[in-house]
């Protein structure tokens, strides 16, 4: 199976499209406020907008690296 050849850091690596895709979805997920990742949460699990409060306690548990709390919730 011929990658394509991609350049990091120097370096000559191949790499498939689909591990670059997961890559770069990981890496937006991560650089994604903790507030903007409870309300995607709340909005998916509960279908409804969440309030102020709600998403006050699911930011702190995300930021806690505590998201099954924040889902919980």
């Known amino acids: ?3 394509p050849i ?3 850091g120097g370096r ?3 790499i498939h499209r689909t591990f ?3 890559l770069l979805f ?3 997920q991560a650089h994604s406020g ?3 990742q409870a309300k995607r949460i709340h909005d998916r699990l509960a279908g409804v907008p969440p309030s102020n409060a709600v998403l006050d306690q699911m930011q702190a548990l995300i930021d ?3 998201i099954s709390a924040a ?3």
Do not use: C
């Open 12 to 14: 000559k690596i191949a």
């Open 1 to 3: 199976m011929n990658l």
């Open 6 to 8: 991609t350049q990091i």
């Open 34 to 36: 903790s507030r903007e």
């Open 26 to 28: 990981i890496t937006l």
């Open 71 to 73: 889902a919980n919730i």
């Open 64 to 66: 806690e690296d505590n």
């Open 20 to 22: 670059a895709f997961v």
